[in-house]
């Protein structure tokens, strides 16, 4: 969330959601930041602390609202509003997995690798192929879709099609070609002290790719810009040391 006077957040089954207004919202630290679980309630916690919510906010959905409704909306707004001391809106994304936003998908594996009981291989291994990538077969269908009769669109029709005219349908199917349909390639690097032993004199990197391009998250050179690529950078902290995490999801 930017310092802007628009900020976007992304949320859905799990994800972007806040705690309850009634424990947020009179800036009680101890609402957002919970304290550290005792033993008796630890086993629970580790129990459900791979579930992506738990990761990627710290939240539990005990204590989380529904930011789709506007009720809930007014109050977090009012409260950015007054942290930034200008007006703020709120741009809501619904994502029901991790890997659709690299945000998410960075939060999760940076919280995961604070375990030094987690293995850093694994952890940036089922991040990259739990992955929901297209499968060979469904792309070739789409690209047969596209040449059947009826989804080409001539170019008179462009010419003469208006956003109020009777070709107002074409123009909303052009616009909908143009979205970005899905994801098609995941790449998950992470640098530093990842080592399990005590004290960690080098560095150590791990990487794993996968989706359309073997070397890098699938892209459209636009100019000298990378288009459909979305890059997050996170960092975390070990007992030996910090770590860097650096995320790219290739859409087509």
């Known amino acids: 969330m930017g310092i802007g006077s628009a900020s ?34 630890r086993q629970y916690i580790y129990k459900y602390y791979d579930r992506p919510f738990i990761m990627a906010t ?21 409260l950015l509003s007054k942290l930034y001391s200008k007006p703020v809106e709120l741009n809501i994304i619904k994502l029901r997995r991790p890997h659709l936003d690299s945000d998410i998908l960075s939060s999760v594996v940076t919280q995961k690798l604070r375990d030094r009981k987690t293995t850093p291989r694994r952890v940036i291994r089922d991040a990259t192929w739990k992955a929901q990538l297209p499968t060979d077969r469904s792309v ?30 074409q123009t909303a199917q052009i616009l909908r ?23 960690a004199d080098r560095s150590q990197r791990k990487v794993a790719r996968r989706g359309a391009n073997a070397k890098s998250a699938g892209y459209m050179v636009r100019g000298f810009r990378k288009g459909h690529v979305m890059v997050s950078q996170k960092a975390g902290k070990r007992r030996i040391g910090s770590y860097g995490i650096r995320v790219d999801i290739g859409h087509s």
């Open 58 to 78: 710290g939240i539990s959905k005990r204590n989380a609202v529904n930011l789709f409704d506007p009720s809930h909306q007014a109050g977090l707004r009012s």
């Open 140 to 169: 070739v269908e789409l690209q047969q879709a596209k040449k059947q009769p009826g989804s080409m669109i001539s170019s008179r029709a462009l010419e003469k099609s208006s956003a109020f005219g009777p070709l107002r349908t």
């Open 177 to 199: 070609q143009l979205k970005l349909s899905q994801v098609s390639s995941v790449q998950v690097a992470a640098a530093g002290r990842l080592s399990k032993r005590i004290t």
């Open 8 to 41: 976007e957040v992304k949320c859905g089954d799990g994800f972007g959601s806040v705690p309850n207004p009634k424990l947020s919202f009179g800036l009680s630290t101890s609402s957002i930041y919970p304290p550290t679980p005792s033993s008796r309630s």
